[in-house]
């Protein structure tokens, strides 16, 4: 019958209204990212606090949408940012043109670079889209120093730092 | 007529319409958060304490907005369509009684702008006057969908009106008068009993009203003049800025309208416990009432899918129709039976 089923409508929208809203207020409350989420990259440290990053440039050749731009200088002992040879002494990534492909992650050979779970990227100028290392890097650990370093001559004499095999 | 009734009257109109525009803001705020009830959702929240502000922002916004018109339009009819559709939206609920008679500094003061003895008729008069500046907007916007829109808004008219004239006219036997003044005191002339007689013996003209009131207003389930999915906004597909703010205000206005007149000639209008001691009661409960009856508006749209254009109208023709005149029949009866 047309008017029981019209009621029977009315009826279980009536009590939508006692459920739960599902709405998330997202500025107060921010849902956490899901394992292997891609967010923004982080720029990584050791414990002692030198960069990761040798500045090969070799996420800047895997970048599909050619995002990331590399410049490197050569390390000294007396002004050492990484354990390499060389560091890199200017690193912008567009966040307007980056997909979040994580291909940059998977080419670096010292898991320097890492697609963090920040996905708060917003800008109102394209400037403001350029990240440049000071924003990707992580914070100094508490009980490292600051690069640059002094540190004691040959003390890093390899070209790239001595790695691990991935354990995952 | 004195100075003071002239000014009377002046307040009194300023004051509808002034109540008419902002509540018509408000509506929009409450039809948006109740309807986010019903979807699980919360609604608009973030401007201002509870987002009463929103309203306020999207006025803003329409203000700020381009106003464009197509390049083949009938600029004339163009510009006129949203007021001709808005002003009968505003001066329907001129006829509407707010309360009694209050005593306002030793001046006695009814709370109603107009009683006029053919009240009813100018409802149904002034309610239709507005499908015009539908079908000029359909027509004048050089735009297929808008003109189909605008040739939908006249044929669901002939099939709707008929059934909300047969409610008005049981109304009027019951009552025995077309004043809703007069309504309002049929309704209230033997106490809560009295009321108690008059909603039961109209239920089926109470339901065909809002059905009828739910195609004047072009709300859901009888939205096609401005069916979204089918003809992208319809009559008004073209219009922008603040001439389609002026056809939103009018639908809204309208709902408030359409939900005063129902509460008027169904649920006893401004009547209710202890309004005869304290007249200022009255349009609380008028208030009340018409919330009531905008939130069945509103339910009514969340739950309901758009009727098929020609369903609409073996729908007005074949069921409302004949219901109307039985209604008519129960109210005709009831009359003779009391004596009237």
Redesign the interface.
Known sequence: MFVVE?GR??W???R??F?????I?YPEIKRPVHTRFKGRHNLHRYENGLEKCIGCSLCAAACPSDAIFVESAENTDEVRYSPGERYASTYEINMLRCIFCGYCEDACPTEAITLGDNYELSFTDRRQAIYTKEMLIDPVPTDGKTTPQKVPPHSFDRSIPVMENPKD | MTVALFIEYIIKSVLILAVMTVGFAYVTYYERRALARMQTRIGPNRAGPFGLLQPVADGLKLIFKEEFSPIKADRLLFMLAPVITVIPAMIITAVVPWGGVVNIFGYQVPLYLANVNVAILYLGAIASISVYGIVLAGWSSNNKYSMMGGIRSTAQMISYELALGLSFVSVTLLAGSMSLVDVVQAQGAHGILGWIVWNLSQPLGFILFIIASLAETNRSPFDLPEAEHELTAGYHTEYSGMKFAMFYMAEYIKIIAMSMIASTLFLGGYLGPFVDQIPWLGPIYLFIKTMIMLFIFIWVRATLPRFRYDRLMAFGWKVLLPLGFLNMLIAAVITVLRGG
Not at chain 1, 19 to 23: A, G, I, K, M, S
């Open positions: 019209l409508g009315l279980t929208v009536f939508q209204m459920e739960r809203p599902v709405t207020q």
